[in-house]
């Protein structure tokens, strides 16, 4: 008696076939970056970043603007959303977070500079204000901070950068930071210790 609901409903059949075909896309330049074809992570991002866009409006739909975003539980609803989930794998999931953790972080870049351009009252037309939402005030300038002690921490030692968006940005355990970079846990511990340390001392600096 209920039949094949997709049947009764085209749009949904489409848009669940679509969501299918995305998912094998996005497992496969995983999958070829994984084995170092680089123009596979250029294909990747933009479909992460957007992804990721759209579950963060979903998130801020009737929130309140000192919401905090939880920008772990986003990556892994948006992993959940585009990784095939019949061939799951340790180095996917890693390296996928990989992605989103860069995407992530120009996601709170921008609206952390969105929220700064409403606040100075210029450009304001031009401001997506449910995306401006999407950090609190006060997080804003921590945000922006972070991005530019990581711009100069990348100049001085571009992994210890690499580990801090993945742990900061990411939120991957160490386990998963490891495999990304293809470098030791006792590495990754080392190199989040010192990254913490300076970073903490340049942001006092800032504040």
């Known amino acids: 008696m209920n039949g094949d609901l997709t049947s009764a409903n085209p ?31 250029e294909k990747l991002t933009p479909l992460v970043y957007e992804e990721l866009r759209r579950l963060a409006h979903r998130y801020m739909a009737g ?4 919401h905090t975003l939880q920008t772990t539980a986003l990556v892994n609803e948006a992993y959940l959303r585009l990784v095939d989930q019949t061939k799951p794998s340790f180095a996917n999931r890693s390296h996928f977070f990989a992605v989103a ?23 304001a037309s031009k401001v997506d204000l449910d995306t401006a939402a999407l950090i609190s005030p006060e997080q804003t300038k921590t945000v922006l901070d972070v991005d ?6 990348a100049e001085l030692d571009s992994r210890k950068a690499q580990v801090v968006e993945l742990k900061y940005f990411g939120g991957l355990n160490q386990d998963e930071i490891a495999e990304v970079l ?10 989040w210790l010192f990254a913490r340390a300076w970073l903490y001392t340049e942001l006092q600096n800032v504040a």
Request: charged share 30%; hydrophobic share 40%; glycine share 10%.
């Open 11 to 41: 749009a949904k059949a489409g848009r669940l076939s679509g969501e299918v075909g995305e998912a094998h896309q996005v497992t496969q330049l995983l999958a070829d970056w994984r084995q170092g074809e680089e123009a596979a992570l």
């Open 63 to 66: 929130q309140q603007p000192d």
């Open 101 to 123: 953790a860069t995407a992530m972080r120009q996601i709170l870049v921008n609206h952390a500079k969105a929220q700064q351009r409403l606040k100075r009252g210029g450009g």
């Open 148 to 153: 530019e002690a990581l711009e100069r921490l």
């Open 182 to 191: 293809k470098i030791s846990i006792v590495t990754v511990r080392r190199d």
